[in-house]
């Protein structure tokens, strides 16, 4: 069985990472309320199942990609019941095919594992090398939820704070993409 702590609303009292740590001065420097959760070790949406049912949020699936010359960095954001298209993602931003980041750069540039990648990472992103995607229907949920920068601790904030606060505190101003449909995957 998947484990999913109780409800906590304040920060761990030991961080995992320096952007852990970043993730929640942060929050607390901008004044934002949060409930998180620590996990076993989270890689799939497939893990999501629990946590969600436990914040009553659905989580986010964040991708790190990058153009074929890994000169062009995207943080792209989007609804966990979504598959990944290559073409379409492409298509809406008017550029060339993108593919997944290697590992190594995600870590060197947004400072998270495989399966941690999150919006805060951008934190970490000093050069502003990573451009913000995100699918407009991520905007329209209440809570949005996402890993604090590791693959064991999981949080819930408002997104309209995501998107009007953090984004613009950590100098990222998001692109909102409409990405089609498909069948659910994660709740």
Known sequence: MFFVSDIFVKAPDSYKSPLQEMVYESLTKLQISFERVNTDEAISMEDCIEINQKLNVKMVKTLFLCNGKKTEFFL???TAD???KSKDFSNALGISRVSFAPAELMENILGVK?????????LMDKENLVQVVFDKDVLLEEGYGCSDGTATG???VKTKLIINNFLIYAKHIPTVIEMKNSEKECE
């Open 82 to 84: 979504k598959p990944f």
């Open 114 to 122: 495989i399966g941690a990648a999150t919006v805060f990472g951008i």
């Open 76 to 78: 792209f954001i989007t």
């Open 154 to 156: 999981y949080l819930k």
